[in-house]
T-cell receptor
Framework: GDSVTQMEGPVTLSEEAFLTINCTYT??????LFWYVQYPGEGLQLLLK?????DKGSNKGFEATYRKETTSFHLEKGSVQVSDSAVYFC????????????FGRGTSLIVHP | DVKVTQSSRYLVKRTGEKVFLECVQD?????MFWYRQDPGLGLRLIYF???????EKGDIPEGYSVSREKKERFSLILESASTNQTSMYLC???FGRGSPTGANVLTFGAGSRLTVL
């Protein structure tokens, strides 16, 4: 079945550091890929998405590129801020499938001033 | 903005009580979901509904039931709450099977934190 594997956290960084959160997936066909973010005390919200190979999703300074050859969708940001402290979830959804996403377990990011 | 509203942010219940968690969305979404979120386990799907009165079991349906009598409302029911159901519960909704790209983005509520004593 489909699966999403994320690096375990927490990831602890100083403000302005470079961020990478790794995400790899297993799925048949060509799924859509997502990053969701959950700020403290809130539900998840979409951060960015990509629907086909080599697409780059971007939002709020975050980027992720859909790499079919390595089945990866790593999240990056060049300079993190304290306000980026949150839990980040990678997810996939099969096109034409049941429209139920498969989520990774989440990676907690803590950014210190 | 799409809004998914969960009626209770925090609940404290006793073992054996019947618990209702309510969720309402205002964007005419066909799909609605109930997840529970526990540290180290991520999100686990409890139930999914793709239409009024339709439901499908997710990964962990035991001890839960759901009701969807109207398109905008999806209720999660704990018939007899137990301490191992203490958790954060997240409701979400999305467009239905007709989305052209398949990138059906989920919109989540803020969550309901349930404590069962």
């Amino acid at each position: 079945g489909d699966s999403v594997t994320q690096m375990e956290g927490p990831v602890t960084l100083s403000e302005e550091a470079f961020l990478t959160i790794n995400c790899t997936y297993t799925a048949t066909g060509y799924p859509s890929l997502f990053w969701y973010v959950q700020y403290p005390g809130e539900g998840l919200q979409l951060l960015l998405k990509a629907t086909k190979a080599d697409d780059k999703g971007s939002n709020k300074g975050f980027e992720a590129t859909y790499r079919k050859e390595t089945t990866s969708f790593h999240l990056e940001k060049g300079s993190v801020q304290v306000s980026d402290s949150a839990v980040y979830f990678c997810a996939l959804m099969r096109t034409g499938g049941s429209y139920i996403p498969t989520f990774g377990r989440g990676t907690s990011l803590i950014v210190h001033p | 903005d799409v809004k998914v509203t969960q009626s209770s942010r925090y609940l404290v219940k006793r073992t054996g009580e019947k618990v209702f968690l309510e969720c309402v969305q205002d964007m005419d979404h066909e799909n609605m979901f109930w997840y529970r979120q526990d540290p180290g386990l991520g999100l686990r799907l409890i139930y999914f509904s793709y239409d009024v009165k339709m439901k499908e079991k997710g990964d962990i349906p035991e001890g839960y039931s759901v009701s969807r009598e109207k398109k905008e409302r999806f209720s999660l029911i704990l018939e007899s709450a137990s301490t191992n159901q203490t958790s954060m519960y997240l409701c979400a909704s999305s467009f239905g099977r007709g989305s052209p790209t398949g990138a059906n983005v989920l919109t989540f509520g803020a969550g309901s934190r349930l404590t069962v004593l």
